[in-house]
């Protein structure tokens, strides 16, 4: 039965909920077939994520790697393929907790990298899992700078083979996915040298353990990098070599080669690759950035509103704590990001794909404008939803803080993505670069790119706002949004040619203006955001009330950004002190506006009590029953610890004659 | 051998590091105390937490309750004593990790709610161990608002006896600490019923499990909650009473009694209590929040220093990170923090210490000043400083994330920090009730308590700062916080009162401006820190350089707090945009010149390497050559997986004739 105070919050939806939920799915068709995958997922036991809290790091991992053998066969079983339409939710359905995604990096980077006869040799052995691949790319010491990986591959044309070793320390392979338990080979990227001479880094296919007995091959040194704050299931690893010897046909050929007698020959163009990394950040948005903060908003905000606690009026019965204006505070404008940064990455996959379809007839045009979008929301976004998240726990006070809520697990794997896949300071200097050198250009009335056109119209004037409900207007709001990030744009590319005309060197204005550069970076990309959601609120036809509902939240999210950034919106005077009170004014009235349909509004994610596997967030918000049952489970209880008889016997009976 | 990058940083320190240390401990005969204890500790292979990253739930917990068993054969041989001046060092020797914390608060609150007949029964058993004791106030579905617990007490005059009763599942006591495995006995908070009468929540001692087998007692269902984000080395627990009886004499009755037939007696004040609590919340400051945030601060800036990437000029080898203007943009402020707060960590102790003098000869004056400034210190301090040890995790990239390097552990504990010993937010509105109280009393020239007198003089003004230097003068930087503060403040008690006098009744008044009285209590905080600092470094003598550096840090801590919340100080114009121009500059020249101290200044908090426990940041800073030799140590790698011989070895066979 539902928990009557959740119940109560359903009644009440302004809207649709299952509508809505197709809008999110892109369609009523979408939504059915997602469902269908979550069945068959859920269904099946060899998925079960029941134990997942109270698992050690070792039993994850044999979980994991136990789950991703079955799902071949079930995909097998299902008829579903990595081409077909199902393929996108399976992910989705198994909330990421199976083995072998590096795996997959190392099949796409044969398919990307290598030749055909490469292809033709390596791509059905792995699909088939009869061999276990990986990717190694960085280093102890080496991460997001490439070139200064240390790793060495030496060309030996006497025996037509490259010698591979760790040179030091700083050297040795370290985090790969699938690597430290699993993988049998491995794409390891290396310096290139041929007869002294450094060709700069490139991707080596190693076999690292026997395919007889997975002991590890010899000169290879590899093992598992130990606890994670997540990512339990995942054996990273660590790597080192020391005079390993592969076939010269071992290098990942189809852009650079080798040929028998060490002539290095590089055909084609590379920046095929700079797009495969580009695409990565984008598609990663989805599943380990959105899904993580819509489920955290699922559970913070049904527990609210069946969590009692302290009286808003004298002689009441205890009240939500979801009416109470600083949870909904806390928790409202989450809710708005989620539904903000789903539409903007609707909109980043659109483009991506068109991109994709140009570069592939050679049209390279969109390249630098991709890659900086792509970082720039890479970064913003991954931040954005991390600190999200990190407010939902603990705005569950005690029960967030227990592994039961799933909280905890949520923020320490969304945490992640602000490190991997490019640290984010660095992916925000490079949409930096971009934006200073499109405002340069368009300063000088040269083209740029649709997405930084607006850099050229920068007008100065003020917000034209006259009281709150002005506010609520998306031109007004996001002009302000424009302003600010044309200000803060110029601003930092004229401080950084002031410099550079006084004198400072290149490099040392640019390592002095970095500070502010970040910021303008993601003043950018928080405009887009904001000006896409209110483009897309106007697009939404006006059945079932979602457009109304989706004009709160996108008010919400934009008012609340203008908020938490004042400073930057009123230090040109832009918007007044009295226009900021406005503001405030306008977004404290958006809360309580919001909060009524705050739990439709996660609903409509649609999200399992399986896959949400939290005590808190469950639909029929039977909370404090389940916190029990889930708590009775845990290894905790099912053994007299050792400690009493060992530590507390000896002291505790001397007390029987005293009592 | 230290790693040359990090020692060059230790031969240009502007200070004596010694020096530092000993003023933070208070004089040097303190540091020599200190490490004396340090030493006995670490040096006793009983406390070592080596395997602490690899142990579980069950074995943390073990490793626990041996600890604090030991502890007390070892203040014996040690000849420490609980009054003694080396036990505050104890529990920072051990980092937390130990068992009967809550034991403590078992005693403390027989002591103090006890008569004295209760005291000579109880706590001699307790100090010897001969019971286990716990605290069990909060419940599954009560927490912060005692009132609304629902635990029952119905008192028999015919036996004599109290019946506890747990009526409903949100009644389920839930969190306690050593109560899910170790506690004989625990104080029970419940509404107690005479002849059908409440009269409100008291104390009861209850025994929950058999002395003889440790079994639990008839009536009692207890056990553990289970996984948390962290101390797994502590039982939390819950506790369900179906009609267990107990005497009379049960009651902690110092303050109440309910007499033979029934007779319900109060006497003296409660107040004491009011003031064990507020205690409470200062006193965790130190131990944990202080110290994970000094522990995260040493650790990221060592590795900071160690940790080379990208080029910062063309040509040269690649760059410490913490020479990059957005690592110290995301350092340097926290280390900062932990020194500002530090020093008001001091002023709040000695203020305490004051008012505990003054109600002892039962002067109850302070009260309200200190409960108010206690709730906004244990909020704003435990916010700021959990946000900077997460920045500080951040900072460290991929190897920050790994649980190797200290800081997921430092983190996952801080973070609870603002959940228990009252909620943040709560604790922030009592604050603020108290503020605006004040200013009220002020405006209508009443008398208020010394650390508020500020708001009765509130002048409107502009700040007078002319040029970046201006922006170094502390006199500048605290009159802007003392003058926002006071508007925030002022701003909110108008805002409430005119609602109030629009006919808004009382209590939805006040929820209506709940957001904006948390940023005024924020405000407040802040604005007493950068006081406190600023004058703290007035007071240093010149020797070895350490007022210097101090004023450095107290700059930038100040300067960094206003360009964070550069809204509220631009808001009515008091700083304008240009001059915040000017903060921003002043700021950044200021990150260049902490940043040359940077390592000197963590080496002053005198952490051993024990203690840090991080492979990151050893004093040595061998981080890369540590993080392998721990790896190698974790049970992942101790095994051959199972998972190979069930699901790997029988596709990976028919490999072999393939390759």
Not at 280 to 306: F, G, H, N, Q, W
Not at 388 to 417: D, F, M, N, Q
Request: hydrophobic share 40%; aromatic share 10%; glycine share 6%.
């Amino acid at each position: 039965s539902v928990n009557p105070d959740l119940a109560s919050e359903r009644q009440t939806a302004s809207f649709s909920v299952e509508e809505l939920t197709a809008r999110l799915d892109g369609s009523a068709e979408h939504t059915r077939m997602r469902r269908a995958v979550v069945e068959a997922i859920e269904h099946d036991p060899a998925f079960s994520r029941e134990d997942q809290y109270f698992q050690s790091q070792n039993e994850r991992y044999e979980a994991a790697v136990r789950k991703a053998v079955h799902l071949r066969r079930k995909m097998h079983e299902m008829g579903w393929t990595e081409d077909g339409p199902e393929y996108k939710y399976i992910y989705r359905a198994l909330s990421g907790d199976v083995a072998f995604l590096l795996h997959r990096i190392f099949m796409r980077s044969i398919s990307v990298l290598g030749s055909d006869e490469q292809v033709a040799k390596w791509i059905p052995l792995a699909s088939q899992y009869q061999l276990i691949g990986s990717y190694a790319q960085t280093e102890l010491g080496h991460g997001t700078y490439l070139q200064g990986l240390e790793t060495t591959a030496v060309f030996d044309s006497a025996t037509q083979e490259f010698t591979l070793n760790t040179p030091k320390i700083s050297a040795m392979k370290w985090w790969p996915g699938d690597m430290g338990r699993s993988a049998t080979h491995t794409v390891v990227f290396a310096q290139l040298y041929i007869h002294g001479k450094c060709h700069g880094v490139h991707p080596f296919i190693v076999q690292i353990r026997s395919l007889q007995d997975h002991s590890p091959c010899p000169g290879i040194t590899v093992g598992d990098i130990g606890p994670k704050m997540n990512f339990e299931h995942i054996d990273n690893g660590y790597l080192m070599l020391q005079n390993v010897r592969i076939p010269r046909e071992n290098m990942l050929n189809k852009f650079c080669q080798v040929q028998p007698d060490g002539t290095y020959v590089r055909r084609g163009s590379q920046k095929i690759n700079y797009l495969t990394m580009t695409t990565v950040r984008i598609s990663l948005i989805s599943d380990e950035v959105l899904i993580p903060l819509m489920k955290a908003c699922t559970i913070a905000i049904r527990y609210s509103v069946v969590r009692r606690q302290s009286k808003l009026k004298p002689g009441e019965e205890e009240a939500k704590i979801l009416d109470y204006q600083t949870q909904q505070e806390k928790l409202l404008p989450q809710l708005a990001a989620a539904y903000a940064f789903h539409f903007i990455n609707d909109y980043l996959q659109e483009l991506f794909n068109r991109g994709y379809r140009e570069i592939q007839r050679k049209n390279f045009d969109m390249l630098p404008e991709l890659h900086a979008l792509s970082s720039g929301f890479k970064a913003t976004v991954t931040q954005h939803c991390t600190s999200a998240v990190e407010i939902c726990l603990r705005a569950c006070g005690g029960h967030g803080y227990s592994s039961l809520s799933g909280l905890p697990s949520l923020y320490t794997k969304i945490l992640a993505s602000c490190i991997y896949e490019g640290e984010n300071t660095i992916l925000l200097l490079q949409t930096a670069r971009f934006l200073v050198k499109c405002f340069m250009a368009a300063s000088t009335g040269q083209l740029v790119p649709p997405s930084v056109t607006y850099l050229a119209a920068a007008k100065p004037g003020t917000c034209p706002a006259r009281n709150k409900a002005d506010f609520l207007s998306p031109d007004v709001y996001t002009e302000a949004y424009q302003h600010m990030a044309v200000r803060l744009v110029s601003s930092t590319a004229l401080k950084l040619q002031d410099l550079i005309q006084s004198g400072v060197k290149k490099h040392d204005a640019w390592n002095q203006c970095t500070v502010q550069l970040v910021q303008a970076a993601k003043a950018h990309c928080h405009y887009i955001t904001v000006k896409h959601f209110a483009e897309t609120v106007e697009k939404l036809d006006t059945k079932a009330g979602i457009q109304q509902v989706m004009k709160h939240l996108c008010d919400l999210f934009a008012l609340h950004g203008i908020l938490s950034a004042a400073g930057a919106f009123l230090h040109d005077g832009y918007i007044s002190g009295a226009q900021m009170d406005m503001v405030s004014a306008s977004y404290l009235d958006l809360l309580a506006v919001v909060r009524k349909d705050a739990v439709p509004l996660v609903d409509a994610f649609d999200f399992t009590d399986k896959s949400l596997n939290s005590a808190l967030g469950s639909y029929d918000g039977q909370v404090y029953q389940r916190l029990y049952e889930w708590a009775q489970k845990s290894p905790t209880n099912k053994q007299v610890s050792p400690a009493y008889e060992r530590y507390l016997k000896p002291l505790l009976h001397s007390t029987l004659s005293k009592l």
